[in-house]
Structures are given as structure tokens and as C-alpha cells.
T-cell receptor, first 114, second 113 residues
Framework: DADVTQTPRNRITKTGKRIMLECSQT?????MYWYRQDPGLGLRLIYY???????NKGEISDGYSVSRQAQAKFSLSLESAIPNQTALYFC?????????????FGSGTRLTVV | KNQVEQSPQSLIILEGKNCTLQ??????????LRWYKQDTGRGPVSLTI?????NTKSNGRYTATLDADTKQSSLHITASQLSDSASYIC????????????FGGGTRLMVKP
């Protein structure tokens, strides 16, 4: 099984719909992140969480919200999806106790908003 | 603003040939620099991690260099294989805000037979 699992892998949704992307991890890491990747651009940070009670906005949080249900679970929600939120979304974890803060990425969720 | 720029944006080479990818950054204060390989439809996977004091680091046929004075890094791929076809992403970590990552836009490499 993958260390960081994202569901669904692909999703097509209509403008205005609410959608949730889920991430679960077996790494035992406290820190979790949601990134967005657009063609030709670097990954950009949406939200991050350093533990269950900690939620922080990233570079591009507008239009998104998150929930950290447990150490292993971090969900990203689009309350009212719009076409420019079409992108590849990645969840990641990190452990500050490992050398150089090892990061592990999920396989991504490809979201299309029509 | 912290930035990471990579060149070229895309590259096509023949199997067995070598290639070098470039990365320039303006991230400060610098903690470490990483190169990731991202296969199509997959998440990035770490190839190398270099701290300020390291000039070069190898991982099989991949060799990364770092010049912290000029804020440049390169990734050299030797004897390319078809499986090297992927995007290669340069990522720099800064000693602030919880050691967040700044990503370059990546170089898309295609290795042809």
C-alpha cells in the first residue's frame, strides 16, 4: 500500500458543486500539506497542518478549505467549484525529525471543473 | 519573493545520451535544495537533497551540483534510458515558516529510442 493515498484519482465536476478530495497517510507524520499543480507551473501550497489542531493557509487558499480529521487524514474541499480550479492536486506529508525534513507525496488527484 | 526557475522547459534526447538540467533560485534563507522526478500522473519522488555545504551528490546515473554562492544547481543525467522520461523539478527549502518548499516549474524530459 502507498504511504500517502489520495482519493479519488480523477474527478470531473460541474461549476458550483461542492467537492472533497481526501488524503490519508501511513507514515505517522504530523505535518500534512495540500498543493496544486498547473501545467508549466511549480506546485503551489494551498493549506498545511502541523498537527491535528493546527491549520494554516498557504499561498493560494482562496476558494478552498481543509479539515484535519486525525493525524492520518487531511481533506481538501472546494465549496463551490469553478473552472480555474481545474488542476492536479497533491497531498504530502513531512517529518521534521528525519534528516532534511523528508517529504512524501501522494499520486495526485486530477480534478476537472466543467 | 522566493523563486525557483528551471531551464530548459522541455528537452528531447536520444537514449544513451547525457543531459544537464539547470536551476536558479532566489530563496532566502537557504536550507537545502532537492531534485525530484515526477512521472506523468504521479507524485514527485526525491532524487537528491543537498545542504549548503554540499557541492555535489549522486544517485545512480543522476548527479546534482550546487553552487550556493551563485544560487545555481544542475542535474546531470548520464547514459539516459527511456524510463528517464519525466518531469524534473528543482525545489528549495528555506529556514522559515516551517521549512516550506518553493518549487520550480520543472523540465520535461523525453528520451527517445
Amino acid at each position: 500500500d502507498a504511504d500517502v493515498t489520495q482519493t479519488p484519482r480523477n474527478r470531473i465536476t460541474k461549476t458550483g458543486k461542492r467537492i472533497m478530495l481526501e488524503c490519508s497517510q501511513t507514515k505517522g507524520h504530523d505535518r500534512m500539506y495540500w498543493y496544486r499543480q498547473d501545467p508549466g507551473l511549480g506546485l503551489r501550497l494551498i493549506y498545511y497542518s502541523f498537527d491535528v489542531k493546527d491549520i494554516n493557509k498557504g499561498e493560494i487558499s482562496d476558494g478552498y478549505s481543509v479539515s484535519r480529521q486525525a493525524q492520518a487524514k487531511f481533506s481538501l474541499s472546494l465549496e463551490s467549484a469553478i473552472p480555474n480550479q481545474t488542476a492536479l492536486y497533491f497531498c504530502a506529508t513531512s517529518d521534521p525529525q528525519t534528516p532534511n525534513y523528508g517529504y512524501t507525496f501522494g499520486s495526485g488527484t486530477r480534478l476537472t471543473v466543467v | 519573493k522566493n523563486q525557483v526557475e528551471q531551464s530548459p522547459q522541455s528537452l528531447i534526447i536520444l537514449e544513451g545520451k547525457n543531459c544537464t538540467l539547470q536551476c536558479n533560485y532566489t530563496v532566502s534563507p537557504f536550507s537545502n535544495l532537492r531534485w525530484y522526478k515526477q512521472d506523468t500522473g504521479r507524485g514527485p519522488v526525491s532524487l537528491t537533497i543537498m545542504t549548503f555545504s554540499e557541492n555535489t551528490k549522486s544517485n545512480g546515473r543522476y548527479t546534482a551540483t550546487l553552487d550556493a554562492d551563485t544560487k545555481q544547481s544542475s542535474l546531470h543525467i548520464t547514459a539516459s534510458q527511456l524510463s528517464d522520461s519525466a518531469s524534473y523539478i528543482c525545489v528549495v527549502i528555506s529556514y522559515n515558516a516551517g521549512n516550506m518548499l518553493t518549487f520550480g516549474g520543472g523540465t520535461r524530459l523525453m528520451v527517445k529510442p
